[in-house]
């Protein structure tokens, strides 16, 4: 399976600034994904990254809060716009290559 | 549809119990039946998966059971170990274009005590 790094692991940014989370993957994938898991619950999907084409968003995320880029088959970044309190949270991402693998997560906290 | 309805919430065992877990699904196009562990700090992980074709499936301490007609899958970790205590999702999934596109049940954090 493939083995991600994410960065950074957390960080503590301001409200209305924008935090870029990065994950290198150590293979090619053809399908990325980014998640989004409040502290003790489970993780809800924002948007699928394929490489060369728009990233796909689920119900509730819009690419203007979440932009997504997806440059190559091993890279992908998400970043987290115009923050509030409110996208306190961890974000994940994840790849897969014949089964899913998660990076360790992007604890995020706004103040 | 899409929703997997996972329980318990949180779980105490004690070191050498069993630990069981229990997830539910709705939609019979699920193909696949994951469980992940979670520590904190960290990504979930795979830690086994069956197919539905099987109604059990081994691997070392942790054992799932699949219940097709029920539409119920179980994780049972036997002889519990601190080293356990973690965050377990169970998800299902189904092909979507070449990739399983998985659903999250809403997690049990177990604790095994000394």
């Known amino acids: 399976s493939a083995v991600i790094s994410q960065k950074p692991s957390r960080d503590i940014c301001q409200r209305g600034t924008s935090l870029t989370i990065q994950c290198q993957v150590d293979?090619?994938?053809?399908?990325m994904f980014w998640y989004r898991q409040q502290p003790g619950q489970s993780l809800t999907l924002i948007a699928t990254a394929n490489q060369g084409s728009e990233a796909t968003y689920e119900s509730g995320f819009v690419i203007d809060k979440f932009p997504i880029s997806r440059p190559n088959l091993t890279f992908s970044t998400l970043t987290v716009s115009n923050m509030s309190p409110e996208d306190s949270s961890i974000y994940l991402c994840?790849?897969?290559?014949?089964?899913?693998?998660f990076g360790s997560g992007t604890r995020l906290t706004v103040v | 549809q899409q929703q997997v309805k996972q329980s318990p919430q949180s779980l105490i065992v004690q070191k050498g119990g069993i630990s069981i877990i229990n997830c539910a699904y709705e939609n019979t196009a699920f193909d696949y039946f994951p469980w992940y562990q979670q520590f904190p700090g960290k990504g979930p992980a795979l830690l086994i998966a069956?197919?539905?074709?099987?109604s059990e499936k081994k691997e070392g301490r942790f054992t799932i059971s699949f219940n097709k007609s029920a539409k119920q899958f179980s994780l049972h970790i036997m002889d519990s170990q601190p080293g356990d205590s973690a965050t377990y999702f169970c998800a299902a999934s189904m092909n979507s274009g070449g990739y399983q596109k998985v659903t999250f049940g809403t997690g049990t954090k177990l604790q095994v005590i000394p």
């Open positions: 069956i197919r539905p074709d099987v």
């Open positions: 994840s790849a897969w290559r014949g089964g899913y693998t």
């Open positions: 293979s090619q994938v053809t399908m």
